[in-house]
């Protein structure tokens, strides 16, 4: 069994740009949430998608916006970057009500 | 959202037995205790949960006060690879009741010696 994956493990961006991030969720999990952790901080809630669907978001604006494929994969996009995106982006995967279990991250780097 | 507290760290050596307390007097009766670690440059990995009994697996045991405003986690006999940092989070209902999110702190550093 596969478990979750996240694509890319680095990137380097600069402000005022856009990035798209990857999530593969652990096999026939049907939800995918979104944290992002910032330094030497616990993570933060972003949002989550079930069945293809926002359920969910935390304190997050806007330009934080994420989609979730048939297949349960899902992206996570951020528009207009700022230096204090700069973090490691988790997603988790689950069935509702279930463990959510973490993908290993992507870290994020604005310029 | 409901809140835990923990210490910062704590320390350990090897091979005796840690336990990690952490505070939630304002849990509610239907929230879950769920407990993640994270290593280093990893992402948190799921330790254990309970909602009111003792609960053991093979990675820990978890420790639930009879009130529920407090609980431990107990990991028998700590190796270098625990070290890591410790969560205690409650687990927080949406509307629509169906899916949750986990709500972290800040955790608890444990360090094992050698």
């Known amino acids: 069994e596969t478990g979750v994956t996240q694509s890319p493990t680095h990137l380097i961006k600069t402000r005022g740009q856009q990035v798209t991030l990857r999530c593969s969720s652990q096999s026939g999990h049907n939800t995918v949430s979104w944290y992002q952790q910032a330094l030497g901080q616990g993570p933060q809630f972003i949002f989550q998608y079930y069945r293809e669907e926002e359920n969910g978001r935390g304190n997050f604006p806007p330009r934080f916006s994420g989609l979730q494929f048939p297949n349960y994969s899902s992206e996570l996009n951020v528009n207009a970057l700022e230096l204090d995106d700069s973090a490691l982006y988790l997603c988790?995967?689950?069935?509702?009500?279930?463990?959510?279990?973490f993908g290993p991250g992507t870290r994020l780097l604005v310029l | 959202d409901a809140k835990t507290t923990q210490p910062n760290s704590m320390e350990s050596n090897e091979e005796e037995p840690v336990h990690l307390p952490c505070n939630h007097s304002t849990i509610s009766g239907t929230d879950y205790i769920h407990w993640y670690r994270q290593l280093p440059s990893q992402g948190p990995e799921y330790v254990i949960h309970g909602l009111t009994s003792n609960v053991n697996n093979r990675m820990a045991s978890l420790a639930i006060a009879e009130d529920r405003k407090s609980s431990t986690l107990i990991l028998h006999r700590a190796t270098l690879r625990d070290a890591a940092v410790y969560y205690c989070?409650?687990?927080?209902?949406?509307?629509?009741?169906?899916?949750?999110?986990?709500?972290f702190g800040k955790g608890t550093l444990l360090t094992v010696n050698p």
């Open positions: 988790a995967s689950s069935f509702p009500q279930e463990t959510q279990y």
């Open positions: 989070i409650l687990r927080d209902h949406f509307m629509g009741g169906s899916n949750y999110k986990l709500t």
